[in-house]
C-alpha cells in the first residue's frame, strides 16, 4: 500500500522529495502521502479538502508548524492514492 504508493509518485513525478535530508524518514510530502494511504484505506474515500498548513499544539500551549503543503502537492499526492486503491 505505502510502498506501492511511493513507487507511483517517483514513477510520476521522479524529482519528488519523499524522504527527509537524512535519507531514512519522510519528508512533510511523504508523511502527507503515507497518511493519505491510510485515509483511504480506513474510510474507502479520501476527503475533498485538505488544510494546507499543519499546526501542533504542545502541552505547555506552544504552537509549531509540523508542515506546510500547496494545493499542487495535495492534488497530486491524492492523485497517486485514487490511482493505485
Not at 514513477?11 to 524518514?25: A, N, R, T, V, W
Not at 485515509?39 to 498548513?53: C, D, E, Q, R
Request: hydrophobic share 40%; aromatic share 12%.
Amino acid at each position: 500500500m505505502v510502498g506501492d504508493s511511493w513507487a507511483l509518485a517517483m514513477q510520476m513525478k521522479p524529482d519528488i522529495e519523499l524522504y527527509h535530508f537524512d535519507g531514512s524518514h519522510p519528508s512533510y510530502l511523504g508523511t502527507f502521502l503515507i497518511a493519505l494511504n491510510f485515509i483511504k484505506k480506513i474510510t474507502g474515500t479520501l476527503p475533498k479538502k485538505y488544510a494546507t498548513v499543519y499546526n501542533y499544539i504542545d502541552k505547555d500551549g506552544e504552537t509549531f508548524r509540523i508542515m506546510q503543503l500547496t494545493d499542487a502537492e495535495i492534488q497530486f499526492c491524492s492523485k497517486v492514492i485514487n490511482s493505485i486503491q
